[in-house]
């Protein structure tokens, strides 16, 4: 069992504590509450066609320079809410730096989602994270996105996930056994990063655990810092800033996958790199080489830091909520220790409800950007060519006209007869929605069951103290900026944490 140095616990404190982020440096509460109470000169996104009968966007500016990324980085969608609340459901933020319209509330996101008229390009993620991203699945648009998916589709079939499921558990047994125990300096969100990056690494790329240790670090190394690198203050190549190191590592990453394209063409295996490589659609149509390096960025990076999230979440929500733990850990007691496959995970309907609850509250993916290609109406406000557009699907979940309580945890609102989630097509997206919605959902709810369902079994998980709660950094996937602390306590035979 892996234990805790003082010197490793210590260092990353200090890390945490003392390296500068919007969280961390004192006085950003009291501007976040300044760009919030301040009635800001009021601007105009753009005047609507002369007769057109709509209205035009209003915003404002928020804080000089900053504008109100600071709310967007500290309060995510709790900022995004507040918003709403005082503007409406489309807002025009006008900064500078990332000038873009909020589209808030369920009918508004269901407009930009769904996107009946096609009026919505994908190249909205261009300036968050286009430069590290380029052309994986989710920066295609139309006609072309269909075709890519429709080729990708094959890598995600049940079949497919079946056969990951039994390599997903073997990493996840393993790596759950080695975690520190009876120790409230266990930070649960980096060792379950490790484990979707060590998972990734054997589904995603065929890396038995142990082989080629070095190269798997140097690859998960480059995914984290592309990943994080959207999130940049300084959005230009100067060393050594977020936004350099992210391309040099994507730039390292497209040489790995390109080394290896050949390879994995000329053999046979069920990684998912080497699915990618075969799989063609109906019509026989494959992926090129550059294709699949492309694809393979992207599904990394939309793959671990997102499901790392939802299961930090849920670890939380279990500790806090010991009632749930035990009825989800009664559920998996009959399933027992035995292999995992798609069928049993399915019977954990339970950890199910916690799942859906835990992103309900806080979303992996809480916004969505868009860019208009044409000039269009979104709920009678006039929105021209160009305009780029941040959706938060993930404010909706807090909304009280939809949830009873929203701010409670309270997994059987998603069961019936409540149902809560129901009320609205868009009350819960934690996938998205329409054409982009996540291919890999499946996956990923497959992924999360398998790592809790096997943290059950071992463990009691407990809260480092009575009432802790994590802090969000929005500035990305959230992630709780003091790495959660879990007490992780080993069950004895008959289900009791021993000693
Ligand atoms: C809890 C886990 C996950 C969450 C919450 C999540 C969330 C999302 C969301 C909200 C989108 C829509 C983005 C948009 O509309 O622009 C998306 C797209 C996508 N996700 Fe996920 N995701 C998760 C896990 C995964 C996993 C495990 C994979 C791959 C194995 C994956 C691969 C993708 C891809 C490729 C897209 C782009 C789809 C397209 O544009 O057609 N995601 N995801």
New binding site residues.
């Given amino acids: 069992m892996a234990s805790i140095s003082t010197r490793q616990y210590l260092l990353d404190r200090a890390r945490r504590r003392f390296i500068p982020t919007i969280n961390n440096i004192p006085g950003m509460g009291v501007l976040e509450r300044q760009d919030l109470a301040h009635a800001w000169k009021q601007k105009v996104l753009a005047e609507p066609p002369a007769g057109s009968g709509l209205s035009p966007v209003i915003g404002n500016s928020g804080l000089p320079i900053l504008g109100h990324t600071l709310g967007v980085f500290r309060g995510g969608p709790d900022f995004a809410l507040q918003l709403y609340r005082r503007y409406g459901p489309v807002f025009y933020s006008a900064v500078p730096m990332l000038g873009s319209v909020n589209v808030l509330g369920p009918d508004a996101t269901q407009v930009v989602?769904f996107n009946k008229n096609k009026d919505f390009s994908?190249a909205g993620?261009q300036p968050l994270i286009g430069p590290f991203f380029n052309r994986?699945?989710?920066l295609?648009d139309f006609d072309e996105?269909m075709n890519h998916?429709r080729i990708?589709q094959e890598a995600f079939t049940r079949t497919r996930l079946a056969g990951y499921i039994e390599h997903i558990d073997r990493v996840v047994t393993a790596a759950v056994a080695d975690w520190p125990t009876n120790d409230a300096r266990f930070l649960f969100n980096p060792a379950v990063k490790t484990l979707t990056l060590d998972i990734a690494s054997m589904v995603f790329q065929g890396h038995e655990p142990g082989a080629d240790d070095a190269l798997v670090a140097k690859v998960n190394d480059a995914f984290t810092i592309t990943t994080r690198a959207g999130g940049a203050i300084i959005r230009y190549p100067i060393p050594p800033f977020k936004w350099w190191r992210g391309l040099r590592a994507r730039k390292f990453l497209e040489n790995y996958y390109f080394e290896r394209v050949t390879e994995r063409r000329d053999a046979k295996a069920t990684d998912m790199f080497s699915v990618l490589c075969h799989a063609e659609d109906d019509d026989g149509n494959t992926f090129s080489d550059e294709d699949v390096v492309n694809h393979m960025i992207?599904?990394m990076m939309?793959?671990h830091e997102?499901?790392t999230?939802?299961t930090t979440t849920m670890a939380y929500n279990l500790a806090a909520h010991p009632q749930w733990q035990e009825r989800c850990r009664d559920e998996s007691a009959r399933l027992g220790d035995g292999p995992l496959n798609i069928e049993s995970l399915e019977k954990l309907e339970s950890l199910d409800l916690v799942m859906n609850e835990s992103?309900r509250m806080v979303?992996?993916?809480p916004f969505?950007?868009r860019q208009t290609v044409r000039d269009i109406a979104v709920l009678g406000y006039y929105l021209p060519a160009g305009t780029l557009v941040m959706a938060w699907?993930g404010m909706n979940h807090r909304l009280p006209e939809l949830w009873s309580e929203p701010d409670k945890f309270d997994p059987e609102r998603f069961a019936e007869p409540r149902a809560e989630h129901k009320k609205h097509r868009l009350a819960f997206?934690?996938?998205?929605a329409?054409?982009?919605?996540?291919?890999?959902?499946v996956?990923?709810?497959l992924?999360?069951k398998t790592i809790i369902h096997r943290l059950l079994r071992r463990y009691r998980l407990e809260l480092p103290r009575p009432g802790y709660q994590p802090c969000w950094d929005y500035g990305g996937i959230p992630m709780p900026t003091d790495g959660m602390p879990i007490v992780l306590r080993p069950l004895g035979h008959s289900g009791d944490a021993a000693s």
């Fill in positions: 989602l994908q993620w994986g699945l989710m295609l996105h998916r990708m992207l599904l939309a793959a997102t499901s999230s939802a992103m979303a992996p993916l969505v950007m699907p997206a934690p996938f998205g329409g054409a982009h919605k996540c291919i890999g959902m996956f990923g709810q992924e999360i």
